[in-house]
């Protein structure tokens, strides 16, 4: 009857379509016929066949009343399909959900709001059942359209404009449900449909009133009013999709991301760039973090030419990345974040020095993105695994830039000085940041060779503000029981113990670590007292270094090492001969007094203790500018010269040997004055060579067969002679020989080459008469000279200490 057919004729009709129409009373306020309803579900459960059927009668209803716009009888049709889908599970059932998608989409199709939401909900109550068989022909492409256009309501009703944006977003929570758990129909993952599910739920994100309430990892729902807030809600529904995004399309579903922040112009300032990120890396299955690390460096090089506060902006985002998956696992990105890293410093480098002119705001945003650079490398190598991170602080170093040098990715030659030193600089402050809180179990694994040497060049660069830096990066590595902070500051410290100072025992490891390197430290050291650019905090820095030496790494032989390096740095500032200002000259002998202070008591001896303490009362008294708390207050006078005699002003050496020689120590080698090592790093770092040296390298292998002997009637020459020793061996030998006598006479000690010296020196002198038939005149003194005649060479006198020969270094 209210189908508007005559009772003869509704008898004739079909039963499924008798049984629909009696669930429809005549006043649709009354709802729907329970009884009958349950009827019609008896019957569908029975005949299952007859599911599609029914389907497609109510389908027919449903559009007629729609476009009739008896919404009663609309909402009592979407209940009875609603209570079919949950009553019948059957194979059969396909071709009836078939028509009530496309009753659901008749309802989004409406502009009706009623009845959009109407819709939405009976497709969630569909997506949350789950059916005996997948249908892989089914595609929810309308769907998707649809809920994400509800999700940018722009009603002028607020009510309104929310309760349809919060459909939208339930209905794309519902298509994500029934569709990511099928891995044979994922079409859901596919670009365009991710395109349109991401920004809207972003769009509905941003307005979280307090993101960072919720950046954290994922909470249970609240429910109750919360629920009904579309922020909260798309934020929900956010989380759950990364939470089911697998390997192969995690991507697609990050990089939507970026697009919404590009076209909303969201990186500056980045609140909410960084509020979606966390939420990303807390979400996400943590073995695909670096699927979205990677994700952020190609968006940085694909905006390397953007404002820099948008590329602060990306950066700090990448900072809040890695630092959530430096937690976890981040796979092989370690070394990708730190190469394009180091590029956009370059770049950034490039763009401020390359126009002079700019504006100081411009030339500040640049440092801003250089700032950021620096805090996400050190913050991302501090946070990593020790394996890691030694590894990471070979590879920054690797890439400081050093004049005459051309490094992988910083190439010096097109920044100019200014433009290396500002690299130079950033590096080690972001090496600086890795370094911190690095505690290795020896010395040898914080400072290998290959890290060692590249680090301690910047140390003799003509900057202080570098070698401030280098020395600070020192400490981060020696100090492995944290006293560094009880040395802050340089100054007499009355009493040691009351500092509560840690130590263990050296390690043999660490013992055989100096053996091999400590003339290197000592030299650095003691060059880098002698640069007259030096300010309080270099002297400080250089202090502490001492200190620590002591500390971590000093056996006796260590001590006398350094004690010897101590009156050598006082002798620099007594004999002035780098002509370094008074500042200097009295800062240097400051820092003596401060650290054989220390020493003294660090070694307890008594009679080295009484020498010092008397030395610095003298100085109390007759020239304070000689102790640390007068010389770097801001008011000092400086004396006009520093008389040599003063000798009670001075750490003698005779009177040190004589009380270290009482409490059993070796102190033989106190009488040979400390003279650091030349290397290369002098030209590296643009200083002069402290020794500019000739040597004449003559190899002459002894032989036991008379026949050997040259002929004394023979005339031999230089040309003749040099002829013969590059006869005996290959060139590849000779270079490999040279070599190793280099590396030998680096790093042994002085006292082994002199004897070593001393011994063959003998040996070659007889052995070049008898070959040579020279005529020798031995010198007086070690700083005489020795005149050679052989034939029609003549050398002319050269001093004994500048010869060098291949096996015997003498110089």
């Known amino acids: 009857l209210s189908a508007g057919v005559c009772c003869c004729c509704a008898a004739l009709r079909p039963r499924y379509k008798r049984l629909v129409d009696n669930i429809f009373p005549e006043d649709p306020k009354d709802g729907l016929v329970k009884a009958d309803m349950e009827k019609l579900t008896f019957y569908a459960v029975s005949a299952p066949e007859k599911l599609d059927r029914i389907g497609a009668y109510l389908a027919e209803r449903l559009s007629r009343d729609v476009v009739r716009h008896r919404y009663g009888y609309v909402l009592i049709a979407m209940e009875a399909l609603d209570q079919l ?71 002028q009703d607020p009510e309104v404009q929310t309760e349809i944006r919060i459909a939208g977003i339930r209905g794309i929570q ?141 950066i700090q985002v990448l900072l809040e990345a890695v630092a959530i998956a430096a937690k976890g696992s981040i796979g092989p990105t370690v070394l990708e974040v730190f190469n394009t890293l180091l590029k956009h410093l370059r770049i950034s480098v490039d763009l401020e020095l390359g126009d002079r002119r700019s504006s100081a705001s411009k030339e500040s945003d640049e440092r801003i993105v250089q700032n950021a650079i620096i805090q996400t490398i050190g913050f991302f190598g501090s946070n990593l695994p020790d394996y890691q991170r030694s590894e990471i602080m070979m590879f920054i170093m690797s890439k400081v830039p050093v004049l005459g040098t051309t490094s992988q990715i910083l190439d010096p030659s ?92 050296i390690s043999r490891q660490d013992v055989s670590f100096m053996k091999k390197h400590g003339q290197q430290l000592y030299r650095h050291i003691y060059l880098g007292c002698k640069e007259e ?52 000259r009295c800062g240097v002998m400051a820092l003596v007094a401060a650290y054989l202070n220390f020493l003294s008591q660090m070694i307890a001896v008594p009679a080295f203790c009484q020498h010092v303490s008397k030395v610095i009362e003298t100085r109390s008294v007759e020239a304070s500018y000689f102790l640390p708390e007068t010389i770097f207050k801001d008011k000092c006078d400086l004396p006009k010269s520093l008389e040599k005699d003063e000798t009670d002003l001075f750490f003698l050496t005779n009177k040190i040997a004589e009380s270290l020689g009482g409490s059993g120590y070796s102190v033989e080698r106190l009488s040979v004055p400390y003279v650091p090592q030349v290397t290369d790093e002098d030209r590296l770092s643009r200083r002069k060579s402290i020794v500019d040296t000739v040597s004449l390298q003559v190899d002459i292998l002894p032989g036991n067969n008379t026949e050997d002997k040259v002929d004394n009637t023979e005339e031999i020459t230089f040309e003749a002679l040099k002829k013969a020793i590059d006869n005996n061996g290959l060139e590849e030998q000779e270079k490999e020989k040279r070599r190793l006598v280099i590396e030998k006479f680096q790093k042994a000690p002085f006292e082994e080459i002199a004897a070593q010296c001393e011994t063959k020196a003998n ?17 007086p003194s070690p700083s005489g000279t020795m005149t050679i005649t052989a034939g029609h060479a003549h050398y002319h006198s050269v001093p004994v200490y500048e010869m060098k020969f291949p096996d015997l270094c003498v110089y």
């Open 85 to 155: 889908l949950m009553a019948c599970h059957s194979q059969s059932i396909k071709p009836f959900v078939e028509s009530f998608l496309h009753m659901v989409a008749k309802l989004l199709e409406s502009g009706e709001p009623k009845l959009q939401v109407l819709g939405t909900n009976s497709f969630v109550k569909f997506a949350n059942i789950e059916e005996d068989t997948p249908s892989y022909h089914r595609r929810y492409d309308f769907f998707v359209s649809r809920f994400s256009a509800m999700c940018h309501s722009c009603d």
């Open 174 to 314: 519902g298509v994500v449900r029934k569709t990511v758990n099928d891995e044979l129909r994922a079409t859901i993952w596919e670009p365009q449909h991710m395109d349109k599910i991401v920004p809207s739920l972003l769009f509905n994100m941003q307005k979280i009133e307090d993101i960072d309430s919720r950046t954290g990892p994922q909470s249970s729902p609240t429910g109750g009013v919360k629920e009904e807030n579309p922020s909260v809600l798309a934020e929900n529904c956010f989380r759950e999709l990364l939470g089911r995004a697998t390997y192969g399309n995690m991507n697609n579903a990050v990089r939507p991301v970026f697009a919404h922040l590009d076209h909303h112009k969201l990186w500056d300032p980045n609140e909410f760039a960084v509020s979606c990120f966390k939420i990303i890396m807390y979400s996400i299955q943590a073995q695909y973090s670096h699927h979205v690390i990677q994700e952020i460096l190609g968006h940085l090089d694909v905006r390397k030419r953007d404002s820099p506060r948008v590329r602060a902006g990306i």
């Open 414 to 505: 097109h920044l100019g000085d200014l433009g290396t030193r500002r690299i130079q600089i950033m590096l080690l402050r972001s090496l600086l940041m890795v370094t911190s809180g690095y505690k290795a179990t020896t010395i040898s694994n914080a400072l290998p060779a290959p890290f060692l040497d590249p680090l301690l060049s910047p140390s003799l660069m003509e900057d202080s503000e570098l070698r401030q830096l280098v020395l600070e990066i020192l400490h981060n590595l020696i100090d492995r029981h944290d006293n560094r902070a009880k040395l802050r500051g340089i100054r007499i410290i009355p009493d040691v113990s009351d500092l509560k100072i840690k130590r263990d025992k």
């Open 533 to 584: 650019d030096n300010v309080q905090k270099n002297f400080e820095l250089l202090f502490t270094s001492l200190a620590l030496t002591t500390i971590e790494l000093a056996n006796e032989e260590v001590v006398i090492d350094l004690i010897r390096l101590a009156i050598a740095l006082q002798d620099i500032a007594i004999i002035n001969e780098d002509n370094l200002p008074m500042f200097n």
């Open 763 to 779: 040996l070659l002198h007889d052995r070049l008469a008898q070959i040579l038939e020279l005529t020798i005149r031995p010198p």
